[in-house]
Nanobody, 125 residues
Framework: QVQLVESGGGLVQAGASLRLSCAAS????????MGWFRQAPGKEREFVAS????????YYADSVKGRFTISRDNAKNTVYLQMNSLKSEDTAVYYC??????????????????WGQGTQVTVSS
């Protein structure tokens, strides 16, 4: 099982950038597709971005496409979410998660589990 710890959140103004990191422990990280999700107050958790186990395939929610970039460094057991041109509607707790199956392509519908504790992103307008 993969344990995940997110970091990099904070309070920024609209238009700014942040890079979130998700550090994983466990030997299986390099075999796992990974995803980023977010949950705003009073709303359900929603998909943000995902990446295949080998980093070749990526997927994005329409709301972040062109602004956010997901990447991974399997040598460092870390997945990243670069967030540019942040908007107030991006305010949420951001979570990373690992696909429960190995060698996944990172489809948004994958069975993501092993959630981290989340990191707060607040964008002021």
């Amino acid at each position: 099982q993969v344990q995940l710890v997110e970091s990099g959140g904070g309070l920024v103004q609209a238009g700014a950038s942040l890079r979130l990191s998700c550090a994983a422990s466990g030997r299986s990280f390099s075999r796992k597709a990974m995803g980023w999700f977010r949950q705003a107050p009073g709303k359900e958790r929603e998909f943000v971005a995902s990446i295949s186990w080998n980093g070749v395939k990526t997927y994005y929610a329409d709301s972040v496409k062109g602004r956010f970039t997901i990447s991974r460094d399997n040598a460092k057991n870390t997945v990243y979410l670069q967030m540019n041109s942040l908007k107030s509607e991006d305010t949420a707790v951001y979570y990373c998660a690992a696909d429960l199956l190995d060698l996944g392509l990172g489809f948004p519908s994958a069975n993501f589990g092993s959630w981290g504790q989340g990191t707060q992103v607040t964008v002021s307008s």
